[in-house]
């Protein structure tokens, strides 16, 4: 499993690192775009990661999988991440709809865990798309995931991660409970908020 050498490691780094780059730099434009041409913008932050080596060969070895790089490129979807935090939930479909409609990205497949949330109320929205990276001898299509969501979405994401973290994954039922009622009131004022702004915004006209 740990086979490789650290030569092909840094390779596999820099390759996700730089599909990170592109897509970044896609997103930047599209939110400086977004500000000349209708006002206010959709999106309030922006994070990004690439998953370490360590992480890779944990998930590969859970899976029972060889570390190399085509098992990497095959097998794990999410070692290139890019987080985009919106103000609203109609936002969040707006950016999703300007990523996919570049030329030059390959849209894979998308999971709305917004319309559709999962069962302990998460909600966002996934996307896996591949990006092109030119090198000196070949392009390599590299998948990068999108995740995008409200803040407030963002902010249970977070409390319900530190909650599995301090559990070891066996969160008590009460808590899940607790989680659940919370994604539920977000999701609700989210709604609220966005009637607030329209509200404003047609004031402002």
């Known amino acids: 499993m740990d086979e490789m050498l650290d030569e092909e490691k840094n390779q596999i780094f820099e390759l996700y690192n730089s599909a990170l780059k592109i897509i970044l730099t896609k997103i930047e434009i599209l939110d400086k775009d977004y500000k000349f041409v209708n006002g206010p ?3 309030e ?9 360590d992480s890779l060969v944990d998930k590969l070895k ?6 190399n790089m085509e098992n990497i490129r095959e097998n794990i979807e999410d070692v290139a991440g890019i987080r985009i ?8 479909y707006k950016i999703a709809e300007l990523i ?7 849209f894979v497949r998308e999971r709305d865990y917004i319309a559709f949330p999962k069962p302990n ?13 030119y090198l000196i001898d070949r392009v390599e299509l590299v998948k990068v995931e999108i995740q995008i969501r409200t803040d407030a979405m963002d902010f249970w994401a ?13 969160v008590p039922k009460h808590l899940i ?3 659940k009622i919370c994604a539920e009131e977000i999701h609700e004022l989210d709604s609220r908020m966005y009637l607030i702004s329209d509200i404003i915004h047609l004031i402002n006209e």
Do not use: W
């Open 41 to 43: 913008n959709p999106i």
């Open 45 to 53: 932050h922006i994070k990004s990661r690439v998953k370490s080596i």
């Open 62 to 67: 859970r899976k029972n999988i060889q570390m």
């Open 85 to 92: 935090i919106c103000s609203f939930e109609n936002d969040v």
């Open 100 to 106: 996919k409609k570049q030329e030059d990205i390959t």
């Open 121 to 133: 109320g998460y909600r966002s929205y996934h996307m896996i798309i591949k990006v092109p990276v």
């Open 158 to 170: 977070s409390l319900e991660h530190k909650a599995r973290y301090k559990y070891n994954g066996d």
């Open 177 to 179: 409970k607790e989680l």
